[in-house]
């Protein structure tokens, strides 16, 4: 770079820029004034000329007049005199008009004339000569007074008056022209000199500024990385102008400033990796830790990092701190990190004090050694997570070299470590807590911790072909605890889900270790009784029966409450060979228990297992004439918008009708699906409700049941299709529900069914939702619309904390995907306000509405 110039030589620009404006517009001033001058000058010229042509003409044409006039002439002479002077005037810019007085005409009457203007009618008035220029014409206006000679002929007339008037007038375009065409050249030869003028002054002026760019450029072309700004010497850079050293010092103070924000390319690069850390997927939630030593070894492309560190909850007591080495610590080192990582957790306000603290390592390359860590050479840089739904909170951190921190570009680095690290470790943990609550709620009931329904028919299915393989009997028992509602109605709701669990523990502890006990719904229980006969299931129940006549709970009030128990009991293989034969034959022995004055056991004869089956074949009967007489009654459930507290939403029921009683589905939907023919019944339903939709005007939407034959009936959905055609009803307006226990076996039909449903603009909703285990595959494979949380969740959630957080998680989840959720058995204000307090969308249960046959859009509140 070459030498500075000496303060001396330095000069103001704007000075210097005055000098040169002042000389380029002096010059201007001077071209401009000539030009004009120029113009202004001949444009006089040529008019003074014209002006002495036309003053001629018009006094000689005048004198000319005078003379034959004194002679005297007649009108032929006057004609041919004025041709005369038009001929003489012909090929000139000259014209000549003679325009006749009134007196004249008085005497001698009216002679063709161009019609007067202003300027003649002025003439005849003033009697005075005037000259005009009017656009590129000059007019020479000449009145002729009478003279005395005149008044012999014009007897009417007196001196001086004006007889005619005499306008010459002169055309000067050409001549203008050929004058202005003259100034443009001028002009553009005058112009030319002064650009050149103005180009040699600006040249001579700028000079010195270009020289100086040219300096500044030599250092800017050198940087090619952040780095390089450290080496731009602007405070060494002098331009010999006051003004442009000013704007060099702004800009040494910019890039100082730069230093401390710019990050380099590598380092956004980086960024942007980071950012596709954020997508969780399945292999991520499964090997999460492999993950962060993947993302460790990245993270020390860009900076040196030693080590990552989490810190999440794994119960209410303990904690678990999962530390991460790009490589293998030593024992010294490990300590280090854990006494640091230690004491800036329990530093922070989420963390409980008395809890236990569990510290693993992990290490992503186990072959390199790592150097020794000091207190003195590492700082650690933490950030916090916490959640409420689901509760879950946690630390995670990173160990770095302590200038590092410091250092505010490599600071943006590890903020966003910590932030990708953050998401990474915080929706893993959620999502294995989400799936824990799921899978533990999928197989059990909330309230008393027993299997739920669900799970047991399929360890029912199971034991039916486990005795088969190995030729033994086994027993199922149907318990229901006797006047249950009465308990709940006196005492309330919380009082009677206490009764419900001790009546669980106490059944549970008069069982054996290998019997199977699990809550069917509401009062009522299930039992499996492996390798266990007659005899010996009838002496069990015995026992229970008697455990449950000891159980005696505090009420509210202070009294105690009391509890009998009515068991029902079937045999395999004397009862039955299959699952629903056995069940209803438990079931059906369970009811005559409570006919029979409750507090009982019941064993079934020969006989009665006969009257079962007799009447399950009397309820096909039902059926079957039901579908042929077509007595199959349409019945509406309202649902409402929790949001507004109307009603816009209905579920579809079906009702039989048998002379004059309504027989209410429960009755005859496992006969008729055991029959195949409760796809038939479901259509006949659907072909009913939709011509009372049709008929009623009804706009909102329709929940309509299926049953799992639908799914392999290939044309259901084509005649579901033709019926809204058929009754004008918008398939968007109907919702398809599916309960999620009856398809799991059938995920792939299912998912074939559905899309074909939502290809003809059907919407589609999941009922019981975590009722079983399919609910992650049915929000991952399916175009779920809506769930329907599953109702016993929904009842127990104001007096159960883990029900409300299994509510909570669901409609977290659901809204999360944009899925809509609705709330069912809402059965008093209580749950209402619990269920919008939830954020679900809509409510179904006794408190918002009983079915009924009407079908229509009102306000619930």
């Given at each position: 770079m070459s030498a500075p110039e000496s303060p001396a030589s330095r000069r103001p620009l704007r000075l210097q820029l005055f000098i040169v404006a002042a000389i380029m517009g002096v010059a201007l001033l001077v071209f401009l004034a000539?030009?004009?001058?120029?113009?202004?000058?001949?444009?006089?010229?040529?008019?003074?000329?014209?002006?002495?042509?036309?003053?001629?003409?018009?006094?000689?044409t005048f004198a000319s007049m005078f003379q034959i006039m004194s002679e005297g002439w007649t009108r032929e002479q006057l004609e041919a005199f004025s041709s005369g002077i038009e001929e003489s005037l012909a090929g000139t810019p000259l014209t000549l008009d003679l325009y006749r007085g009134e007196k004249v005409a008085a005497l001698y009457g009216e002679v063709d004339q161009k019609p007067r203007t202003p300027a003649i009618d002025q003439a005849f008035v003033t009697a005075e000569t005037r000259s005009q220029q009017v656009n590129d014409e000059l007019h020479y206006t000449f009145p002729l007074r009478a003279r005395q000679e005149?008044?012999?002929?014009?007897?009417?007339?007196?001196?001086?008056?004006?007889?005619?008037?005499?306008?010459?007038?002169?055309?000067?375009?050409?001549?203008?022209d050929e004058a202005r065409a003259q100034h443009v050249w001028t002009f553009l030869g005058t112009g030319v000199g002064t650009l050149l003028l103005g180009f040699l002054i600006a040249t001579w002026a700028t000079a010195p500024i270009a020289r100086s760019v040219r300096r500044f450029q030599d250092q800017v072309t050198r940087i090619n990385a952040i780095q390089d700004l450290n080496h731009l010497e602007t405070q060494a850079l002098d331009t010999g102008f006051v003004e442009l050293n000013q704007v060099v010092r702004q800009v040494d103070e910019l890039v100082h400033r730069?230093?401390?924000?710019?990050?380099?390319?590598?380092?956004?690069?980086?960024?942007?990796?980071?950012?596709?850390?954020?997508?969780i997927t399945s292999d991520v939630v499964r090997d999460w830790r492999d993950y962060i030593c993947v993302l460790l070894t990245e993270i020390n492309t860009i900076i040196d990092a030693?080590?990552?560190f989490t810190?999440?909850?794994a119960n209410d007591e303990v904690y678990e701190l999962e530390i991460f080495w790009r490589a293998e610590p030593s024992a010294e080192t490990r300590r280090t990190v854990e006494r640091l990582a230690t004491q800036r957790i329990r530093a922070s306000e989420d963390f409980v004090g008395e809890a236990s603290l569990t510290v693993r390592h992990n290490v992503a390359d186990e072959t390199a050694p790592l150097e020794e860590l000091s207190t003195e050479t590492i700082e650690l840089a933490t950030k916090s997570l916490l959640l409420d739904t689901p509760r879950i909170g946690g630390v995670v951190g990173i160990g770095v070299q302590s200038s590092l921190v410091r250092d505010p570009v490599r600071h943006v680095v590890i903020e966003s470590i910590l932030s990708t690290l953050l998401n990474l470790v915080g929706s893993v943990k959620a999502i294995y807590k989400y799936t824990q609550d799921l899978e533990y709620y999928a197989t059990r009931d909330p309230l008393t911790n027993l299997y739920n329904q669900r799970v047991f028919w399929e360890l029912f299915d199971y034991e039916i072909k486990r005795a088969e393989s190995h030729g033994y009997g086994f027993a199922v028992m149907v318990v229901d605890l006797d006047n249950f509602k009465t308990i709940n109605d006196r005492y309330g709701h919380a009082f009677g889900d206490r009764f419900l669990q001790a009546y669980a523990e106490t059944i549970q502890g008069a069982i054996r270790n290998e019997d199977i006990l699990?809550?069917?719904?509401?009062?009522?229980?299930?039992?499996?009784?492996?390798?266990?006969?007659?005899?010996?299931?009838?002496?069990?129940?015995?026992?229970?029966?008697?455990?449950?006549?000891?159980?005696?709970?505090a009420a509210p009030d202070g009294s105690r409450v009391k509890a009998t128990t009515c068991i029902g009991i079937a045999t395999y293989p004397q009862h039955g060979r299959d699952t629903r034969d056995l069940f209803l034959v438990a079931d059906n022995m369970m009811y005559k228990a409570k006919r029979g004055g409750k507090n009982a056991v019941c064993l079934p004869s020969d006989e009665e297992v006969a009257a079962v089956f007799r009447e399950t074949g009397e309820t096909g009967i039902m059926i079957m004439e039901a579908l042929e007489d077509r007595r199959i009654v349409p019945f509406f459930q309202p649902i409402m918008d929790t949001a507004t507290g109307e009603v816009g939403v209905h579920e579809l029921l079906m009702r039989i009708r048998l002379g004059d009683e309504l027989v209410p589905a429960g009755h005859f939907v496992e006969v008729a699906e055991s029959m195949g023919v409760m796809h038939q019944l479901d259509y006949l339903l659907i072909e009913q409700a939709f011509r009372q939709v049709r008929d009623s005007g009804y706009q909102g939407l329709l929940f309509v049941n299926l049953s799992p034959r639908a799914l392999i009936i290939g044309e259901f959905i084509g005649k579901v299709r033709a019926l809204a055609r058929e009754n004008h009803i918008d398939t968007s307006k109907v919702v398809f529900e599916i309960t999620e226990r009856d398809t799991v076996k059938n995920m792939a039909v299912l998912e074939k069914f559905v899309m074909d449903l939502k290809q003809q603009g059907f919407l589609f909703a999941v009922d019981d939702f975590g009722s079983g285990f399919s609910s992650f595959h049915y929000l991952k494979r399916f175009p779920i619309d809506f769930v329907k949380i599953e109702g016993e969740f929904v009842r127990n959630m104001v007096h159960d904390r883990r029900d409300q957080a299994f509510v909570r998680s669901i409609t977290a989840l659901a809204r999360d995907l944009q899925v809509r959720t609705i709330a069912e058995y809402v059965e008093d204000a209580e749950i209402l306000e619990a269920v919008q307090s939830i954020g679900i969308h809509y409510a179904q249960g006794f408190h918002i509405g009983h079915p009924g046959p009407d079908l229509a859009n009102r306000p619930i509140r």
């Open positions: 000539v030009n004009a001058a120029n113009s202004v000058i001949y444009e006089r010229t040529m008019a003074r000329q014209a002006e002495q042509t036309a003053s001629g003409i018009a006094h000689q005149c008044l012999a002929c014009h007897g009417n007339a007196a001196s001086g008056d004006v007889l005619g008037v005499m306008q010459v007038r002169q055309d000067l375009g050409t001549a203008l730069l230093r401390g924000v710019a990050v380099d390319k590598d380092i956004l690069e980086f960024e942007l990796k980071l950012l596709d850390k954020f997508i030693y080590t990552l810190l999440f909850k699990a809550r069917y719904g509401g009062d009522e229980f299930a039992l499996l009784l492996p390798e266990t006969d007659m005899q010996a299931s009838h002496h069990l129940a015995q026992r229970m029966a008697e455990a449950t006549d000891q159980l005696s709970l």
